[in-house]
């Protein structure tokens, strides 16, 4: 039966209104502006959800998701303060200065005169005593950005949300060609095109999640290339074993010997997929879900030119301490910082009532060795192994990374969402309705972090999670 379609494009006025405001007259402290504003945009956008159905009416909120992004490209973030380490990052690159070899403060306390890099945008810094941990493309395009505009913090934020919002717009893209290739319908695109979360953080807040996902999604279409369009009737000639299991469907036997996946596919994926691990490191959990399908014979190769395209992108930036210096950084999300945590919390609480104290040094590496051996172990021993079922992997590898980690700040939840759409589970569009409660954080004259909002958050979230797996176990797509 057909679903009931209404025409809510007039909506689009409303949408328009709570993305200016959000994204021109908020600042980060105005938890009640911010609050209200994105409860009535999340609200909105769930209602064009379920009641758009028809062609034209998705393409028109496509449109309107694209405009929203536009909007927010010519304005400086108002909702994270990245944007100043980015530059601060940019600036040492244009004048030959390596950001991965010392601290901010080193430039300061000893007086190094560098264009750009001065007093006013050292206090703007949120973690100037702590190393960049911004991988290489983010770089290069910190680096474009200061570039051509070397003295304009405005010009340079404007150029690298350009970047993000071609980014964005690839990202609909491939969405919609995965959409049809494994038959899916086409309205779960408006799930991303219209999230507020995502346009408001994405490209209002300038977060590099926005190329990661890009790159993300390239490398799944060019490894999906043997799938039939959803314009294409399937027949015989797709059939591929004696069984008659449909090409699309990508199961082991026909993804390891029968698909036939060009060269020229196998390695622009493997390009792509190195350019996402490039833009944030978070990919590189996804690698193991592909060994199987790939087969031994095609993972081997694809997986060396994926090295060597990081390596190629990391050599700039290399030097006698990179490695010293960015495993610092790296540190720091398993070891120091801490925001907006669920599993850990509850871990560190207990460490408070048998240790007297804070064991994050502890916790932190032990929560990570969890997730790389959850992670491997769903890998290995996946019974479905089409390429549908790949995203169902990756949403519980970056889940679990998530539900394990220190810190997870609102952006973080774009890549859950972006994954769920080619399944059957919609709790990250649930979290990404609730995640902003923690930027009441901010709301007091001190930063302060209320775990009663945390504590909704998350009830909230593994509550629908656990309705979608005992409920709804075959769920709609």
Not at 405 to 433: D, E, K, M, N, Q
Request: hydrophobic fraction near 50%; proline fraction near 5%; aromatic fraction near 18%.
């Amino acid at each position: 039966m057909e679903e009931k379609s209404l025409d809510l494009r007039w909506l689009a006025i409303p949408l328009i209104a709570l993305t200016i405001g959000l994204g021109y007259f908020v600042q980060q402290s105005d938890f009640n502006l911010i609050i209200a504003q994105y409860g009535v945009f999340f609200f909105l956008y769930l209602l064009i959800f379920k009641y758009t159905n028809d062609k034209k009416k998705i393409a028109f909120f496509i449109g309107v998701g694209v405009l929203l992004r536009f909007l927010l490209v010519f304005t400086l973030p108002n909702l994270s303060d990245d944007v100043y380490r980015f530059i601060w990052d940019g600036r040492l690159l244009i004048n030959g200065h390596n950001p991965f070899d010392y601290l901010p403060s080193h430039y300061i306390e000893n007086g190094i005169s560098i264009e750009g890099i001065n007093q006013p945008l050292f206090e703007k810094l949120n973690s100037p005593e702590y190393f960049t941990i911004y991988p290489p493309v983010a770089q290069g395009v910190f680096a474009l950005a200061c570039w051509l505009f070397p003295n304009s913090i405005l010009g340079s934020a404007i150029t690298m949300k350009v970047f993000l919002f071609l980014c964005e717009l690839g990202s609909l893209f491939f969405i919609k060609k995965l959409l049809e290739r494994f038959r899916l319908p086409l309205k779960n695109i408006l799930l991303y095109a219209l999230n507020p979360l995502i346009i408001i953080e994405l490209c209002g807040n300038l977060h590099f999640e926005a190329a990661m996902i890009f790159f993300l999604l390239m490398a799944i279409y060019f490894l999906s290339f043997g799938i039939p369009s959803s314009s294409h009737k399937v027949t015989s000639s797709h059939l591929v074993t004696k069984e008659n299991i449909p090409i699309w469907k990508f199961n082991l036997l026909s993804l390891g010997n029968n698909l036939k996946l060009s060269t020229k596919h196998l390695v622009l994926s493997a390009i792509a997929i190195a350019l996402s691990i490039a833009s944030k490191l978070l990919p590189l959990i996804f690698l193991p879900f592909l060994i199987k399908r790939l087969g031994w014979k095609k993972s081997i190769p694809y997986f060396v030119i994926t090295g060597v395209v990081i390596v190629l992108l990391f050599s700039p930036l290399l030097s006698g301490v990179f490695i010293n210096n960015f495993g610092k950084s790296l540190d720091l999300y398993f070891q120091k910082f801490e925001f907006n945590a669920s599993i850990y919390y509850l871990v560190r609480w207990i460490g408070y009532q048998r240790v007297g104290y804070n064991w994050i040094q502890e916790a932190g590496p032990a929560l990570a060795v969890i997730v790389l051996l959850g992670i491997l172990v769903k890998a290995f021993f996946e019974k479905k192994l089409d390429w549908k079922n790949l995203f169902e992997g990756m949403l519980f590898a970056i889940c679990l990374y998530l539900a394990m980690a220190t810190i997870v700040h609102p952006w973080y939840v774009s890549l859950p969402i972006v994954l769920c759409l080619f399944t059957r589970f919609r709790f990250p569009i649930v979290w990404s309705g609730v995640v902003f409660l923690t930027y009441i954080n901010y709301s007091y004259g001190e930063y302060f972090e209320n775990l009663w909002m945390v504590g909704v958050e998350y009830v909230l979230v593994f509550g629908y999670f656990i309705y979608e797996v005992l409920y709804e176990p075959h769920g709609t797509q």
